[in-house]
């Protein structure tokens, strides 16, 4: 939590500095697996998400939500592109579900947003 305001307050004296957010340094998505509506199918799913920009992964993350409403954080592999974010969820059985994706760019700045994808056969 002490660096979760650490980087808020980095960001806001970014933001005196420059009086504006550069649009380049914002995490936007490139690509992403599941996309958006996507069908997969049941077992493990490989979540993996590419950004424009270089990623703390220590301090992002990646959420399911079951359709039960079970929320269930992935692990993010440290390994890999400093740009992409992934991490296998546990078994999902059919049904909707959501990706919670929160990331925060190596500027300090943090985005979010979901991606709701189904399980099916
Ligand atoms: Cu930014």
Redesign the pocket.
Known sequence: MRKYLRNLAAAAVVLMITGA??AW???VILSANPTADQQVAPGELAIRIEFNARIDKERSRLQVTAPTGEKANVSIEPAGEPNVIAGTTAVLTPGAYMLRWQVL?I?G?ITRGDIPFTVGN
Do not use: C, E, K
């Open positions: 957010l550069p340094a914002h995490a760019a500027d700045h």
